[in-house]
């Protein structure tokens, strides 16, 4: 396998990703704001096709870089260079022409790429489904509706941050849509006027199901074009809705022949992750008429504590909650279920709309991998805006391109028959030494400080450089992901010594 040369995020941490960009602002030859969004959206490729021939930095005296507003300069002209002179030259496959390989369906009814909004604060007003259609978004999973007034908290937000500073988990209290059934009904009309072919999944949470059969039959007259019944959602003032629902088998079969009662759009039911196993769940929304399923829901959490104060974030007047998780360190968590549910055969037909932690086309890709048929995003979008649909739809149809793939569905659920709910299937008869490159190695040494300390004590170092010993190594692969120069990649294989 030929690793590819790359642009990691970190040569470029300090850029801020402007709206309206200074830098692309100040160069006449192409749109260096673009590319760095696509570096950071792991987009490389299309990032380099998409710049003009040549290399337009040549002789340049970098006037992006002087407009560069990051308080921490950005290398914009070495960064272009290197896409133009070391990525370009390594892509596979020209920019694609169209986007015809995006094209696929939710339970039937087409839409013309596979990305929607999920249901929160990204798409809870008209002008934000509006802006994100136009945008390119193939459709929206709307703020769920209710009948119950909703009293927010401020604030509502917390996060974990990586060691760049970057947001990798977020915490959430917030609830439900606070426009009225009415006012909602109102938006999806103007919506599907102005946008026939855009896809409205509604998302509604009633009380009986007197309450879920009208808000479904509601939402059906109005224009949705598909209803998605939250059984998920961990926020609730009230016990007994969202994700309390979603734990209670018997509940969401209940709830789910309610809201299919009147209704002939498909149905979702979108399941809660603060379970052991989603089957239960997932088998009981099937029994009571559901077409598919969506999964997951954010993780109830706590994201830290004050320790000048004892209050958990968010603090509310000395006050606090536990919270929904998400952001990209949830998509393990997510992967798992998602593969919960593509695997089951009493599921098989079902259409799996996937969420979180999507972040990049590569994110996505792995659900798709797993079993979803549609990709749901929210904390990207509040961390980057609607735009990083325009990577997210690069980025796969290239990908899918290079692959010499027609089609998405080509790939829904073409990963599920390498993973096992059990790890008896693993071959434990071989070890898969690690390779250094001694040309990316810097001779930091953290491979023998984690080996020595957190493995086998199977590398030396001798002149600032790693030295392995075999007869220690186990193959573990601890090295390979602590090197910060990606100078450590899988090497030979060795069969164990049988033991008798």
Not at 114 to 120: E, M, Y
Not at 227 to 241: D, H, K, Q, T, V
Request: aromatic share 6%; with cysteine.
């Amino acid at each position: 396998m030929v690793i590819k040369d790359s642009i990691p995020r970190l040569e470029m941490i300090s850029c801020v990703l402007c709206k309206d960009a200074p830098c692309s602002q100040a160069c006449p030859k192409m749109d260096p704001a673009e590319a760095l969004f696509g570096i950071w959206m792991d987009d490389q490729d299309v990032a380099a096709l998409r710049l003009p021939e040549g290399n337009p930095c040549a002789d340049c005296d970098a006037p992006c870089e002087k407009a560069c507003i990051s308080t921490d300069k950005v290398n914009i002209k070495n960064l272009m260079t290197r896409l133009v002179d070391v990525i370009r030259p390594e892509s596979e496959v020209p920019l694609p022409e169209t986007e015809d390989r995006l094209r696929c369906d939710i339970c039937g009814i087409p839409i013309e790429n596979p990305f929607l909004l999920s249901s929160s604060v990204v798409a809870s007003s008209y002008d934000m489904c509006a802006r994100a259609f136009e945008e390119g978004w193939a459709g929206v999973c709307y703020k769920t509706i209710c009948n119950f007034d909703i009293h927010e908290a401020s604030p509502r937000y917390s996060a974990i941050k990586g060691d760049n500073g970057t947001i990798v988990g977020f915490k959430n209290i917030e609830q439900l849509s606070d426009h009225s059934v009415a006012e909602n009904m109102e938006i999806f009309r103007k919506l599907k006027a102005k946008y026939p072919n855009k896809f409205i999944l509604a998302s509604i949470m009633g009380q009986s199901e007197e309450e879920w059969t009208t808000l479904a039959e509601e939402c059906e007259k109005n224009g949705a074009d598909a209803i998605e019944l939250n059984f998920s959602c961990p926020n609730m003032e009230e016990e007994g809705l969202g994700s309390d629902i979603g734990q209670v088998p018997e509940l969401v079969e209940k709830f789910t022949r309610a809201a299919k009662k009147h209704t002939t759009i498909p149905v979702l039911a979108k399941l809660t992750p603060n379970v052991d196993v989603m089957k239960h769940a997932a088998e009981a929304a099937f029994r009571g008429g559901a077409d598919g399923l969506a999964a997951i829901n954010t993780i109830k959490s706590i994201t830290g504590v004050n320790l000048y104060t004892g209050v958990s974030y968010p603090a509310v007047k000395g006050s606090s909650a536990v919270g929904g998780y998400s952001g990209n360190a949830v998509k393990p968590i997510a992967l798992r279920f998602i593969t919960e549910l593509g695997m089951n055969p009493k599921l098989k037909g079902m259409h799996i709309s996937g969420m979180g932690g999507i972040e990049t086309w590569k994110d996505a890709a792995e659900f798709l991998f797993l079993g979803s048929g549609s990709i749901q995003v929210t904390t990207a979008v509040m961390k980057y805006g609607y735009r990083i649909i325009h990577e997210l739809k690069a980025g796969l149809n290239y990908y899918l391109a290079q692959m010499g793939l027609d089609s998405v569905k080509d790939i829904i659920g073409a990963g599920l028959h390498s993973v096992s709910e059990s790890t008896n299937v693993l071959d434990r008869n071989t070890v898969l030494f690690p390779k250094f490159d001694q040309e990316r190695c810097i001779g930091c040494g953290r491979c023998v400080i984690s080996c020595s300390d957190g493995g086998h004590q199977a590398i030396s170092f001798e002149n600032r450089k790693p030295k392995l010993d075999g007869s220690r190594c186990v193959g573990c692969h601890l090295c390979v992901l602590i090197c910060p120069q990606n100078a450590i990649r899988p090497g030979n294989k060795r069969i164990k010594k049988q033991e008798h």
